[in-house]
């Protein structure tokens, strides 16, 4: 499986928010798309998973593009939003039925995954609760749990880590990296830079819609001209940020 993104330039209006973006994420490979707020990274997610078309530029996975074969770009593809998006009137149960319906999955299978997936996130016993009731993390976990039930080829995961607990952050990167030992690609954004810096293989730096430079942190720390610099150092200098952190 291979995400390829060509020269898209896109946003909300005629007046573009990504400017030439180009990258690609292919299977076995965890990429972090990262910037500061307002970079661009939601905007360059929510053209991945088709909520918004490039005025600009190509968005291929396989060959398929959402225009010319929407039913397979959008089978290999499960999405995690920065903001749980939940059926107020549907149990745990039923969210996980509906996500096993959606992409045709084989029900018996996906239920011993999603079991063992709701044993990992402390949500077996919650089964016939509404999770439009549960707290912030308890509806991330939801949203994580559906959509790693799906055994995707790639996971686009918009900020996963802010609303989550040390224990469920723990669980969603080693669920990550087993998902990527399986062969699936993995584009997630975020701005702790700290945990993309240990737990991805490529990133890309965004800046006002812009891509700063993108590569393995060993080819960052060359283009930075320094082989001790953190992620953050090589972020902050190469977008001329001023910080208080060093
Ligand atoms: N629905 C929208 N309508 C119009 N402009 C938008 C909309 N959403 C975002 N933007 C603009 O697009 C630009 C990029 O925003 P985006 O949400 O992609 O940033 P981000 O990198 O995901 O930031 P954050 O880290 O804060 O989530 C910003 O200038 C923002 O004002």
Known sequence: ??????????????????????????????????????????????HV???????????????ATLMKDPETYKSKMAYIPEIPVLYQELTLREHIDLTIMAYGLNKGKAWLRAESLLKMFRLSNKLEWFPANFSKGMKQKVMIVCAFLTEAELYVIDEPFLGLDPLATRDLLNLIQSEKKRGAAVLMSTHVLSTAQEHCD?????????????????ELRNVYQNQQATLTDIYLGLTQEVTNHG
């Open 202 to 218: 490529y990133f890309v730096l965004l800046h006002e819609g812009k891509i700063k430079t993108q590569g393995t942190f060993e």
């Open 1 to 46: 499986m291979t995400l390829k993104i060509n020269g898209l330039v896109g946003g909300y209006s005629q007046v573009p928010v990504l400017k030439n973006i180009s990258f690609e994420v292919r299977a076995g490979e965890v990429v972090g798309l990262i910037g500061l707020n307002g970079a661009g990274k939601s905007t360059t997610i929510n």
């Open 49 to 63: 998973i088709g909520l918004l078309t490039p005025q600009k530029g190509s968005i291929i996975i396989d060959g």
